[in-house]
T-cell receptor, first 116, second 115 residues
Framework: AQSVAQPEDQVNVAEGNPLTVKCTYSVSGNPYLFWYVQYPNRGLQFLLKYITGDNLVKGSYGFEAEFNKSQTSFHLKKPSALVSDSALYFCAVRDALSGGYNKLIFGAGTRLAVHP | EAGVTQSPTHLIKTRGQQATLRCSPISGHTSVYWYQQALGLGLQFLLWYDEGEERNRGNFPPRFSGRQFPNYSSELNVNALELEDSALYLC??????????????FGPGTRLTVL
């Protein structure tokens, strides 16, 4: 069965420092991985996805994520955090073996707080 | 390009009533998904419609139902409302839902409160 774990409920970072939001996954086949961000009282905004190829994926707003197959991880990173990055971040996975009828599985979310 | 739109923004109902939530996908998208985001329960997959048909369903009772119209917009109906149905209901759309690599784009959500 597919699953996604975001081990940290909250991550606190000082503005200007690098940030990392962790995600690990479990699937039977090759994973398709996604990151979304949710601002208060808003829907989810797509940040980036990993399908295949280069393990470092670049996305919106200066975010990037590194796919690590051996560690089954897909951590979200940003070199220099902004206060405006404060939001709820969700990692999601879909199993390539299960075909298009397989649903997207989301992690529980990690709240990122960037302090001035 | 307009994103996914949802209406109403907020909906207040009493227990036992029915709620209808609406979603318009991004132009050109044929797949629509519904998710429930309840406090403490995270994002739970509800339903997936593609080309007018229900393709997949999450672990929710039959009183959660919906449909997709010929213009690909969608409606989620929740019958016999219970207090625990209070949540943010998110709609998403995608271009080719049957592709595992397809990206889902989300609307702003409808906040349903059941009193």
């Amino acid at each position: 069965a597919q699953s996604v774990a975001q081990p940290e409920d909250q991550v606190n970072v000082a503005e200007g420092n690098p940030l990392t939001v962790k995600c690990t996954y479990s699937v039977s086949g090759n994973p398709y991985l996604f990151w979304y961000v949710q601002y208060p009282n808003r829907g989810l905004q797509f940040l980036l996805k990993y399908i295949t190829g280069d393990n470092l994926v670049k996305g919106s707003y200066g975010f990037e994520a590194e796919f690590n197959k051996s560690q089954t991880s897909f951590h979200l990173k940003k070199p220099s955090a902004l206060v405006s990055d404060s939001a709820l971040y969700f990692c999601a996975v879909r199993d390539a073996l299960s075909g298009g009828y397989n649903k997207l599985i989301f992690g529980a979310g990690t709240r990122l707080a960037v302090h001035p | 390009e307009a994103g996914v739109t949802q209406s109403p923004t907020h909906l207040i109902k009493t227990r036992g009533q029915q709620a209808t939530l609406r979603c318009s996908p991004i132009s050109g998208h044929t797949s629509v998904y519904w998710y429930q985001q309840a406090l403490g329960l995270g994002l739970q997959f509800l339903l997936w419609y593609d080309e007018g048909e229900e393709r997949n369903r999450g672990n929710f009772p039959p009183r959660f139902s919906g449909r997709q119209f010929p213009n690909y917009s969608s409606e989620l109906n929740v019958n016999a409302l219970e207090l625990e149905d209070s949540a943010l209901y998110l709609c998403a759309s995608s271009l080719q839902g049957r592709l595992s690599t397809d990206t889902q784009y989300f609307g702003p959500g409808t906040r349903l409160t059941v009193l």
